[in-house]
Structure formats: C-alpha cells, structure tokens
C-alpha cells in the first residue's frame, strides 16, 4: 500500500522560507505525477504545484516565482522550497500522488495517494 508523509512545516515570519519535503514508500513514484495542494478550514483543497513523470513542473499563479518544486526518484521523494513566504500562504499542505488515467496536474481527482498534511503557518 502506498503511503505519502510530509514534513517540514511550521511557524515562519513573512519573508521567510521553508522546505516541505513528501517520502513515499510502498510504490515507486517515478513514472507518476505528484503535486502539492494545500487547505485553509471553510475551503476546498487548492492547487499549489505540480512535477509530472518526465519532470515539467507547474505552479498555481499565486506562488509562481516564489516555490520551487522538485522530485528525487532515487529517494523517492518529492520537495516545495517556499521562499517569500506570504500570510496568505497559511495552510495544511497535502502531498500527492497521480492515481492513473487521464492526468490533469491541478485537479484533485488526478491523485490517488495523499499524505497526512503538514501545517504551514505565516505570521509575524
């Protein structure tokens, strides 16, 4: 069975960075898709970024040029370095991984594995 785990979030100033790094295992990731969404309470799971199987990368407008997406498949592994970092950035971050069929990078209905989630907090 796979199994996603983040880890890395936590309480950072305005300006400030922070590296959310998804270990899977279980199942190797590296022919698949994977992404980052992210959650505040009251709202529906947001796309944030995005890593297909041949590394193109995408990004939601709102963190273009300010996160960096990569994926390590001797790991296993998939990393957001967040630079910049914005209270509106606040949020449960998901890792997740493509479930097959049709891939549409920013849509939820895309993944199948999701992680626990890691809480990201922007504050002074």
């Known amino acids: 069975q796979v199994r996603l785990v983040e880890s890395g979030g936590g309480l950072v100033q305005p300006g400030g960075s922070l590296r959310l790094s998804c270990a899977a295992t279980?199942?190797?990731?590296?022919?698949?898709?994977m992404a980052w969404f992210r959650q505040t309470p009251g709202k529906e799971r947001e796309f944030v970024s995005a890593?297909?199987?041949?590394?193109?990368?995408y990004y939601s407008g709102s963190v273009q040029g300010r996160f960096t997406i990569f994926r390590d498949n001797d790991k296993n592994a998939m990393y957001l370095q967040m630079d910049n970092l914005e209270p509106e950035d606040t949020a449960v971050y998901y890792c997740?991984?493509?479930?097959?069929?049709?891939?549409?990078?920013?849509?939820?209905?895309?993944?199948?594995?999701w992680g626990q989630g890691t809480q990201v907090t922007v504050s002074a």
């Open positions: 279980g199942q190797s990731f590296s022919y698949f898709g």
């Open positions: 997740a991984g493509e479930g097959g069929g049709t891939y549409h990078y920013s849509s939820t209905q895309s993944y199948a594995s």
């Open positions: 890593v297909n199987w041949s590394g193109d990368k």
